[in-house]
């Protein structure tokens, strides 16, 4: 059995309301014991317990925290100051850090899948319903890129706007540069098909800001549910007679009209063969 190292771990929590003290604990710290050493975050990747208690809550903003701490948690041997001293100073009344607690870990992404269990993901019993929709679509992207090890390295909720004109909302999931620039969105076909024709409208727009402000061609990509059991390219011709023809004639629309406007079109399928792709290109 491998010797555990001597650790110590803070929670993260999410406190809507400090009078009423009620909090969600959504993240984990963990870190070598004593100054300089170095760590390792998590946040919880389901945040239907912190709309449970605020429904209201800023989920993009508590994503965007994980990565902040995540870079100060690299960085931080060439800190002057701990980086979750400093983090306590910058953060609101609404996310708080606590004291640190003794563990023994065989390593930190163990270490980090035991904590997570204990004190953030819920009971069974808890969970709600299987996930669907565009959550469900994201959910598989991002877990395909940790267990590639470049989720990290890429950039998170990208503003379209940047490229294309101020004031356009939309946002893509994630993305990253290696010569070309790659972006991602799920798509969900099965609740949202005019999510297909709001992303064909940015397209091609987007397209021409990237290349104006990156010096690179765009690749985008749209991640889409398989219709019923298809696992591969979503726009491969497959055998379709036994589903419902309107819904896949509402599939193949949708399809059909992204590849129109340049969009690549995978299915949650293709997520591994793709992180993998990303491994290789950011060199992983």
Known sequence: MAQRKQCEFHLI????????????NIGVVLRGEGAGGSGAVRFTRDWGRVRCVDPGADTQMLEA?????RRRLEREEN???PVLATLEDTLSNAVQITEAKAYLAENY???LDELMRLYIDSPKRERPGRRSGRAAIQAVMRASFERAGVWSLMRKQIAVAKYTRPGDPLRLDCGYRNGQVRMFQAVSLETDLEAAK??????EALR?????IEKAPLELTAVVEPLRG?????????DFDDLDPDRVAEYRFAVEIMEDHEIRVLTTADLPRVAETA????HV
């Open 13 to 24: 929590r999410y406190v809507p309301d400090p009078v009423k003290n009620e909090f969600v």
């Open 65 to 69: 925290l994980e990565m902040e701490v």
């Open 79 to 81: 800190e002057s100051r």
């Open 109 to 111: 992404l163990t270490g």
């Open 198 to 203: 709001v992303l064909c409208f940015s397209a």
């Open 208 to 212: 021409q800001g990237v290349f104006r």
């Open 230 to 238: 298809l696992n591969s390219e979503a726009s491969r011709e497959r």
């Open 279 to 282: 491994r290789r290109e950011l």
